[in-house]
């Protein structure tokens, strides 16, 4: 098993990240365990504006700003919070609003890999995507990625911008996107399973090995607020 990926063929990542939308609920141990999930290897963390409404973001700027060098930190736009009369929201002005305010949380120029975060019914995907490379030109994203999308979605698009990853739901026990993966796989695009661990079939060491041995284009980024429990997901590439 390669033990790394190059998302986009720019990103060099260890193939197993974590995923920060369960450290929202106590700051202090949710930045104790991004610090440990750094010392442990990870260079691939993952975040949404949407976790804790910006404070996932704002947890990992706060026990990590100035990030060490190789750690890659994507997040992702195109959701409401639930306190908005759109629960999602994928019309442009509102994804510059979105990319520029988490910039400001995680205090970076420029976010290396932003996603969007579901399709937005009322909006064309392509209108979505293409405001993305908009503001991948402006320097503000270096590269582009979906959420939650089928595999047509991602061929509507491509259609006007570069994809680099696909971050869908995804596990032993739930396999409904595997012709989504195909395609990456094909393509060398990064896939990105969230709740990879699913219904807790085996032991999570396990579960993460036999994704990692599924195909080596997935990047698995399972989510605690245990540091126990990354310790123990960090077993699958010990």
């Known amino acids: 098993m390669n033990p790394t990926f190059s998302i986009g063929g720019e990103l060099e990542v260890r193939r197993?990240?974590?995923?920060a939308m369960r450290i929202v609920n106590d700051?202090?141990?949710?930045?104790r365990v991004v610090r440990r999930a750094v010392e442990l290897g990870v260079t691939l963390i993952d975040t949404a504006d949407i976790y804790g409404a910006g404070v996932s973001e704002e947890v990992i700027a706060d026990a990590?700003?100035?990030?060490?060098?190789?750690?890659?930190?994507?997040?992702?736009?195109?959701?409401?919070?639930?306190?908005?009369?759109?629960?999602r929201d994928a019309r442009p002005e509102r994804l510059r609003e979105a990319c520029e305010a988490s910039l400001r949380r995680l205090k970076l120029e420029r976010i290396d890999l932003y996603q969007l975060h579901r399709h937005d019914p009322d909006v064309p995907l392509e209108e979505s995507v293409g405001a993305l490379e908009e503001?991948?030109?402006?320097?503000?994203?270096?590269?582009?990625?979906?959420?939650?999308?089928?595999?047509?979605?991602?061929?509507?698009?491509?259609?006007?911008?570069?994809?680099v990853s696909v971050q869908n739901q995804y596990n032993r026990g739930l396999l409904v996107s595997d012709d989504v993966?195909?395609?990456?796989?094909?393509?060398?695009?990064?896939?990105?399973?969230w709740s990879p661990l699913g219904e807790g079939l085996g032991?999570?060491?396990?579960?993460?090995?036999?994704?990692?041995?599924?195909?080596?284009?997935i990047l698995?980024?399972?989510?605690?607020s245990s540091v126990a429990h990354l310790e123990a997901n960090m077993q699958a590439v010990a």
């Open 16 to 19: 197993l990240g974590f995923g």
């Open 27 to 31: 700051r202090v141990e949710g930045a």
């Open 64 to 87: 990590l700003y100035p990030y060490p060098d190789g750690l890659v930190i994507t997040t992702k736009g195109g959701l409401g919070y639930g306190l908005q009369d759109r629960l």
């Open 135 to 163: 503001l991948r030109q402006e320097g503000k994203i270096r590269l582009i990625g979906l959420s939650n999308m089928s595999l047509g979605q991602l061929r509507a698009a491509q259609s006007v911008a570069r994809i």
């Open 181 to 193: 993966l195909d395609a990456c796989e094909a393509e060398g695009i990064a896939f990105m399973p």
């Open 203 to 217: 032991d999570a060491a396990t579960e993460l090995r036999l994704l990692l041995d599924r195909s080596p284009v």
């Open 220 to 224: 698995p980024i399972p989510g605690t």
